[in-house]
T-cell receptor, first 113, second 114 residues
């Protein structure tokens, strides 16, 4: 069946390192992807998004890469800080009008000072 | 004040009891969702509603029911709670007018069934 999955459930890095979180998706009809950040004790919050007609989207210290050929997303955080510690989910929005967000397992990013 | 409010935040209940989790929103969004979060399993969709009087089953609806009392309110019920329904529950909203609109989540309800 269709699925959104993450390759690494936990990623531990040192402060200042670059972090890469990966996400695989299986529905080529998905046309919108959102990364959510969930801090401890809180609900997930929008972090960054990318449309399927883009290969790359950049924010401050954050880059999302989309490879439609292999149905793969990555979230790159440069110079990771302790405040980046959270669980990151990728959500796949499928075309067809319903736009129901479907989430992967999540990756826990732990940043050590 | 939070835009999406869930009550209660924490609840311990006994097996076989009926329990209701409530969600209200002030964002004016038409779509509302209930998700369940378990360690290692991400967020799984229980039910969703695209508008008042519209109710749809999600991936894991068995053992749950919902009610959309108004556009701003969407409640989740466990008719007869069982221990494997112990989880973190999230309500979320989105706006159908926004293409690929992001979901806005409540703070979650931690439910323990003993």
């Amino acid at each position: 069946g269709e699925s959104v999955g993450l390759h690494l459930p936990t990623l531990s890095v040192q402060e200042g390192d670059n972090s890469i979180i990966n996400c695989a998706y299986s529905n080529s009809a998905s046309d919108y992807f959102i990364w959510y950040k969930q801090e401890s004790g809180k609900g997930p919050q929008f972090f960054i998004d990318i449309r399927s007609n883009m290969d790359k989207r950049q924010g401050q210290r954050v880059t999302v890469l989309l490879n439609k050929t292999v149905k793969h997303l990555s979230l790159q955080i440069a110079a990771t800080q302790p405040g980046d510690s959270a669980v990151y989910f990728c959500a796949e929005i499928r075309s067809g009008g319903s736009y129901i967000p479907t989430f992967g397992r999540g990756t826990s990013l732990i940043v050590h000072p | 004040d939070a835009d999406v409010t869930q009550t209660p935040r924490n609840r311990i209940t006994k097996t076989g009891k009926r329990i209701m989790l409530e969600c209200s929103q002030t964002k004016g969004h038409d779509r509302m969702y209930w998700y369940r979060q378990d360690p290692g399993l991400g967020l799984r969709l229980i039910y969703y509603s695209f508008d008042v009087k519209d109710i749809n089953k999600g991936e894991i609806s068995d053992g749950y029911s919902v009610s959309r009392q108004a556009q701003a309110k969407f409640s989740l019920s466990l008719e007869s709670a069982i221990p494997n329904q112990t989880a973190l529950y999230f309500c979320a909203t989105s706006d159908s007018r926004v293409v690929g609109g992001e979901a806005f989540f409540g703070q979650g309800t931690r439910l323990t069934v003993v």
